[in-house]
T-cell receptor, first 115, second 117 residues
Framework: AQKITQTQPGMFVQEKEAVTLDCTYD???????LFWYKQPSSGEMIFLIY??????QNATEGRYSLNFQKARKSANLVISASQLGDSAMYFC????????????FGSGTKLNVKP | NAGVMQNPRHLVRRRGQEARLRCSPMKGHSHVYWYRQLPEEGLKFMVYLQKENIIDESGMPKERFSAEFPKEGPSILRIQQVVRGDSAAYFCASSPRGEGASGNTIYFGEGSWLTVV
């Protein structure tokens, strides 16, 4: 089974609107961490936000928030007030308590922000 | 992101040649990871190294691929006798510590794009 599933290959959003990028995960480990990365066309991987499995509150970092629904095993990324510079690939990733040294990545969602 | 240095950024090799990708971790980081990104896919773990030790190479292909992180100098990912299927982006990442730090991200370099012709 896939550890991380991102079901939206591509998304469009109007500038200044909010957008939600979906991510579901699969693990039996009670301890895990969930991450989102942004990969612009230049190729680098930029860390955006982290959510721990024991965190009671949803993580937020500026315009990014993570909608963590543990029972559903989902960790959707919400970007508020989209900007043109948000156009990029977005990857959801997970690391498990049994092996924190290995990240599992989803296949990504390509976000296009329209002016 | 700044600080993990990878080179070359782009590398073209003919089938059968060798490719060497180098990675210098961020200052103060002693843990290095290599990931591979095939076209239109997410990153896949290859290997995790500390200085002079391979800790986890469960994601490395059994043949032609090797990695090292010597006491001095950068980490090297070496691909011998490259084939077209090796064409991918190879990302190096580093962290100050490894296991046990669940909340710590790893910091990626800008990637090395290998094209095999």
């Amino acid at each position: 089974a896939q550890k991380i599933t991102q079901t939206q290959p591509g998304m469009f959003v109007q500038e200044k609107e909010a957008v939600t990028l979906d991510c579901t995960y699969d693990t039996s480990d009670p301890s895990y961490g969930l991450f989102w990365y942004k990969q612009p066309s230049s190729g680098e991987m930029i860390f955006l936000i982290y959510q721990g499995s024991y965190d009671q509150q949803n993580a937020t970092e500026g315009r990014y928030s993570l909608n963590f629904q543990k029972a559903r095993k989902s960790a959707n990324l919400v970007i508020s007030a989209s900007q043109l510079g948000d156009s990029a690939m977005y990857f959801c990733a997970m690391r498990e308590g049994g092996n924190f040294n290995k990240f599992y990545f989803g296949s990504g969602t390509k976000l296009n922000v329209k002016p | 992101n700044a600080g993990v240095m990878q080179n070359p950024r782009h590398l073209v090799r003919r089938r059968g040649q060798e490719a060497r990708l180098r990675c210098s971790p961020m200052k103060g980081h002693s843990h290095v990871y290599w990931y591979r990104q095939l076209p239109e896919e997410g990153l896949k773990f290859m290997v995790y190294l500390q200085k002079e030790n391979i800790i986890d190479e469960s994601g490395m292909p059994k043949e032609r691929f090797s990695a090292e992180f010597p006491k001095e100098g950068p980490s090297i990912l070496r691909i011998q006798q490259v084939v077209r299927g090796d064409s991918a982006a190879y990302f190096c990442a580093s962290s100050p510590r490894g296991e046990g730090a669940s909340g710590n991200t790893i910091y990626f370099g800008e990637g090395s794009w290998l094209t095999v012709v």
